[in-house]
């Protein structure tokens, strides 16, 4: 096999059962530089301090976990479509990486990482130095309308006010909403859940004004 | 005071806003959604005023992998829906497998060792040597799990054949035979217990009650002769066939000549005791019964254990006038025997001889 000429798939493969040091340094060509980006990513999401010798030992770690257990993700790998095998290496070295970080992070805490449960039930209260006045009523009226939102769970269900809010409030695009992983949505399919949610709001708060004719929600 | 206090509050009084105060911030965050909050600070560590407990980083990352539970995701989202930080989070995590690269990036690549080609040379040839499994591993795996398979298939199937054959032996069929229909009083060698038929007695002839099973196991026997005439064990066979079809004569016949030619065996001695002794009732000769006598005492001396050849014995022995010796040999028979259906008749048989012996009047 002339492993310059093979797809990264065949590559991939061949090097689940290869001895070949030519294969491997040419599998390693092709990938080292995916996984050093994504190992360099999620140091920076852990720590911006993290040295280059540290992303080293942590892309040395990912190739060795590709070769663990006599190469069990290599001879696993099924190819689903042209260089599939790079979209495998971005989430092993993703998930590597991360338990690398998580790991040494957890040590030098002195122990175990301990993670509390969330609160959501409500909109966080806005910091301290931004109790400026029209900030801080809009930050009430949009708990308010948070809470308009979790009361009528038949109207609005909760993957619906989680887009909402991700657009709104923290200015994801649809197309970001939608490649949240298991949103299960298409962008246009986020579009037309904002726009559910927004008609329902608008015609709830209208429903509600002194004096106005009280109308149906808008489903 | 505290009323002027109060009504002044900022807090109070957007509490208290009305729906046209909540349109208006509606329309306010429809028309002008948040801009994108400020970069994460670069340690990592939470922005001002956010709660302290936020997932880490690493809980992103995982939902951005795909490897968060279902519960635990949707709460995440939900919380990230609501808290800006986390929100910066998810979508740097989102942001890990983009192809696109900063100056920042590229910069930071480049300086890694793992970018030049010595360490990757050095890597391959490390990785080239890792444990692997091989095709000639595998090929003797698989030879080794094909052929324990086959072995064992090959073991089933013998000991299926095995079992079949000797279920349908023709000496296991005429101990069937005998078994389904006693027609005298002497035990067959491998006959389980039935009580004795006397209506079965075939007298010499063909009969309706000469079983299938019966004809079939003449059959077979007489296709061995075919082809081994002298062969000892068949002989044997054909002639337990006509003593259950009472040709006795045959039957004595074959016995003899095996015995006049071959070494003696209990198994042998006991049929040919039996022929005899049927012959003898037959036709009233004592010299038939007592012939049949002297057999079963020779068959005992070989085999002193053998509950087939004490239970003839006893019973010979009864009808020679010998009760005394036939209560020795039954109290014999029932220290060995085992079959709770054959010692019940034994004892029966023993009582019965105990009772004649016992003075008349007691």
Same mark, same amino acid.
């Not at chain 1, 990486?97 to 030098?108: E, G, Q």
């Not at chain 2, 340690?43 to 005023?49: I, L, M, N, S, V």
């Not at chain 2, 239970?311 to 709770?340: C, H, K, S, Y």
């Given at each position: 096999m002339e492993a310059s000429r093979a797809s990264t798939n065949d590559l991939a493969q061949a090097c689940a059962?290869?001895?070949d040091a030519a294969e491997w340094a040419e599998l390693l060509r092709r990938c080292t530089p995916l996984v050093s980006l994504v190992t360099i990513r999620v140091a920076r999401m852990w720590?911006?301090?993290?040295s280059p010798a540290l992303v080293d030992d942590t892309v040395q770690e990912v190739f060795l976990k590709l070769c663990a257990q006599e190469r069990r993700v290599l001879r696993a790998f099924q190819p689903r479509?042209?260089?599939?095998f790079l979209g495998l290496v971005r989430l092993v070295a993703a998930s590597v990486a991360n338990d690398h970080f998580r790991r040494l992070y957890s040590v030098k805490r002195g122990g175990k990482v301990v993670t509390d449960s969330?609160?959501?039930?409500?909109l966080p209260a806005l910091p301290e130095e931004n109790w400026e006045p029209h900030r801080m009523q809009q930050s009430v009226m949009l708990a308010q309308l948070d809470a308009k939102m979790r009361k009528a769970p038949e109207w609005v269900c909760e993957r619906d006010r989680i887009i909402f809010w991700l657009y709104y409030?923290?200015?994801?695009t649809a197309e970001e909403i939608a490649a949240?992983?298991?949103?299960?949505?298409t962008a246009k399919g986020v579009e037309s859940a904002l726009r559910r949610v927004t008609q329902w709001v608008r015609a709830e708060i209208e429903r509600r004004r002194p004096g106005d004719r009280p109308g149906l929600p808008l489903k | 005071m505290n009323d002027d206090f109060n009504s002044d509050h900022p807090l109070e009084r957007f509490m208290s806003g009305s729906e046209e105060e909540l349109l208006r911030a509606w329309e306010e965050l429809i028309a002008?959604?948040?801009?994108?909050?400020?970069?994460?600070r670069a340690d990592g560590a939470e922005a001002?005023?956010?709660? =302290?407990h936020c997932p880490e980083a690493g809980e992103w990352i995982s939902i951005v992998c795909g490897q968060s539970a279902e519960e635990e995701r949707d709460g995440m989202l939900a919380h990230a829906a609501a808290c800006p930080v986390c929100a910066a989070r998810l979508r740097q995590g989102m942001q890990l497998f983009s192809i696109e690269t900063t100056t920042q990036e590229e910069a930071a690549m480049s300086s890694?060792?793992?970018?030049s080609p010595s360490w990757q040379r050095q890597m391959a040839v490390e990785l080239a040597h890792t444990p692997r499994r091989t095709a000639r591993r595998w090929l003797v795996g698989f030879a080794l799990w094909g052929g324990a398979v086959v072995t064992a298939t090959l073991i089933v199937a013998v000991a299926l054949s095995f079992w079949w054959q000797q279920r349908n032996s023709p000496e296991r069929m005429l101990a069937g035979v005998y078994s389904r =229909?006693? =027609?005298?009083d002497l035990r067959m060698s491998g006959a389980s217990f039935s009580e004795v038929n006397?209506?079965?007695?075939?007298?010499g002839g063909p009969s309706d009650q000469d079983t299938a099973v019966l004809m079939a196991a003449r059959t077979r026997i007489e296709d061995r002769l075919k082809r081994s005439p002298n062969n000892a064990h068949w002989l044997q066979l054909e002639a337990r066939a006509d003593l259950l079809q009472e040709k006795l004569d045959p039957a004595i016949a074959i016995l003899d000549g095996l015995l006049a030619t071959g070494p003696p065996s209990s198994s042998l001695l006991s049929d040919d005791a039996a022929a005899y002794f049927q012959r003898g009732l037959i036709t009233g000769s004592e010299s038939d019964r007592a012939n049949a006598l002297d057999k079963l005492r020779r068959a005992d001396e070989i085999t002193p254990g053998d509950t087939v050849v004490l239970f003839n014995e006893a019973i010979v022995q009864e009808d020679r006038g010998q009760r005394m010796n036939a209560v020795e040999t039954w109290n014999r028979f029932l220290r060995f025997e085992r079959d709770p259906s054959w010692q019940a008749e034994g004892r029966r048989r023993l009582q019965a001889i105990e009772r004649k012996l016992q003075p008349a009047g007691k």
């Amino acid at each position: 096999m002339e492993a310059s000429r093979a797809s990264t798939n065949d590559l991939a493969q061949a090097c689940a059962r290869s001895a070949d040091a030519a294969e491997w340094a040419e599998l390693l060509r092709r990938c080292t530089p995916l996984v050093s980006l994504v190992t360099i990513r999620v140091a920076r999401m852990w720590s911006n301090e993290a040295s280059p010798a540290l992303v080293d030992d942590t892309v040395q770690e990912v190739f060795l976990k590709l070769c663990a257990q006599e190469r069990r993700v290599l001879r696993a790998f099924q190819p689903r479509g042209e260089d599939s095998f790079l979209g495998l290496v971005r989430l092993v070295a993703a998930s590597v990486a991360n338990d690398h970080f998580r790991r040494l992070y957890s040590v030098k805490r002195g122990g175990k990482v301990v993670t509390d449960s969330l609160r959501e039930g409500t909109l966080p209260a806005l910091p301290e130095e931004n109790w400026e006045p029209h900030r801080m009523q809009q930050s009430v009226m949009l708990a308010q309308l948070d809470a308009k939102m979790r009361k009528a769970p038949e109207w609005v269900c909760e993957r619906d006010r989680i887009i909402f809010w991700l657009y709104y409030r923290q200015g994801f695009t649809a197309e970001e909403i939608a490649a949240i992983p298991t949103t299960g949505l298409t962008a246009k399919g986020v579009e037309s859940a904002l726009r559910r949610v927004t008609q329902w709001v608008r015609a709830e708060i209208e429903r509600r004004r002194p004096g106005d004719r009280p109308g149906l929600p808008l489903k | 005071m505290n009323d002027d206090f109060n009504s002044d509050h900022p807090l109070e009084r957007f509490m208290s806003g009305s729906e046209e105060e909540l349109l208006r911030a509606w329309e306010e965050l429809i028309a002008a959604p948040t801009s994108r909050p400020e970069e994460l600070r670069a340690d990592g560590a939470e922005a001002p005023g956010v709660p =302290c407990h936020c997932p880490e980083a690493g809980e992103w990352i995982s939902i951005v992998c795909g490897q968060s539970a279902e519960e635990e995701r949707d709460g995440m989202l939900a919380h990230a829906a609501a808290c800006p930080v986390c929100a910066a989070r998810l979508r740097q995590g989102m942001q890990l497998f983009s192809i696109e690269t900063t100056t920042q990036e590229e910069a930071a690549m480049s300086s890694l060792q793992a970018a030049s080609p010595s360490w990757q040379r050095q890597m391959a040839v490390e990785l080239a040597h890792t444990p692997r499994r091989t095709a000639r591993r595998w090929l003797v795996g698989f030879a080794l799990w094909g052929g324990a398979v086959v072995t064992a298939t090959l073991i089933v199937a013998v000991a299926l054949s095995f079992w079949w054959q000797q279920r349908n032996s023709p000496e296991r069929m005429l101990a069937g035979v005998y078994s389904r =229909c006693r =027609c005298y009083d002497l035990r067959m060698s491998g006959a389980s217990f039935s009580e004795v038929n006397p209506a079965a007695h075939l007298r010499g002839g063909p009969s309706d009650q000469d079983t299938a099973v019966l004809m079939a196991a003449r059959t077979r026997i007489e296709d061995r002769l075919k082809r081994s005439p002298n062969n000892a064990h068949w002989l044997q066979l054909e002639a337990r066939a006509d003593l259950l079809q009472e040709k006795l004569d045959p039957a004595i016949a074959i016995l003899d000549g095996l015995l006049a030619t071959g070494p003696p065996s209990s198994s042998l001695l006991s049929d040919d005791a039996a022929a005899y002794f049927q012959r003898g009732l037959i036709t009233g000769s004592e010299s038939d019964r007592a012939n049949a006598l002297d057999k079963l005492r020779r068959a005992d001396e070989i085999t002193p254990g053998d509950t087939v050849v004490l239970f003839n014995e006893a019973i010979v022995q009864e009808d020679r006038g010998q009760r005394m010796n036939a209560v020795e040999t039954w109290n014999r028979f029932l220290r060995f025997e085992r079959d709770p259906s054959w010692q019940a008749e034994g004892r029966r048989r023993l009582q019965a001889i105990e009772r004649k012996l016992q003075p008349a009047g007691k």
